[in-house]
């Protein structure tokens, strides 16, 4: 078994529909930032429209809109798949899920908040720099 890698950790901090979304963070669609995720809204019938976006096409859709459900954080660290945070010291203490974990996992104890407080304190080694790639510093997810 390899190391175990973290991309992202999310607190999630809010909860809303794609068409919540899409009304109270403009910001954050990819007309204005090229890391805009809020490429969902209802048109004039009620329907999901699907704004384009690289990399996130039309065949995408079903599976994003499989639940009507948006996470917010502002709480977050996304280290990105190039460096990923090595936490393999914490894969026998948490449940850190092997292979990808598109939703992620939900779970509170002492040995997770510990993990938590590690992963915050780390810095971030991405190449992407969210602060300055949104106005409104927040990220988001859509839940199964």
């Not at 890391?35 to 209802?42: A, E, F, S, V």
């Not at 079903?62 to 459900?69: F, G, Q």
Request: charged content about 35%.
């Amino acid at each position: 078994m390899g190391k175990e890698k973290l991309i992202y950790l999310m607190k999630v901090t809010d909860k809303m529909t794609f068409d919540e979304y899409w009304k109270k963070y403009p910001p954050k669609r990819p007309e204005f930032s090229s890391l805009g995720d809020n490429i969902y809204h209802k048109d004039e019938n009620g329907e999901y429209v699907q704004e384009p976006k690289a990399r996130h096409g039309e065949e995408h859709k079903k599976r994003d809109l499989s639940s009507d459900k948006v996470l917010i954080s502002t709480e977050f660290k996304y280290f990105g798949a190039v460096n990923p945070l090595d936490c393999s010291d914490y894969k026998n203490d948490i449940k850190i899920p092997y292979g990808v974990s598109r939703w992620g996992q939900e779970t509170e104890n002492e040995k997770v908040t510990e993990f938590i407080n590690f992963v915050m304190q780390q810095e971030t080694r991405s190449d992407i720099d969210y602060s300055a790639a949104s106005k409104n510093k927040s990220n988001s997810c859509s839940k199964k």
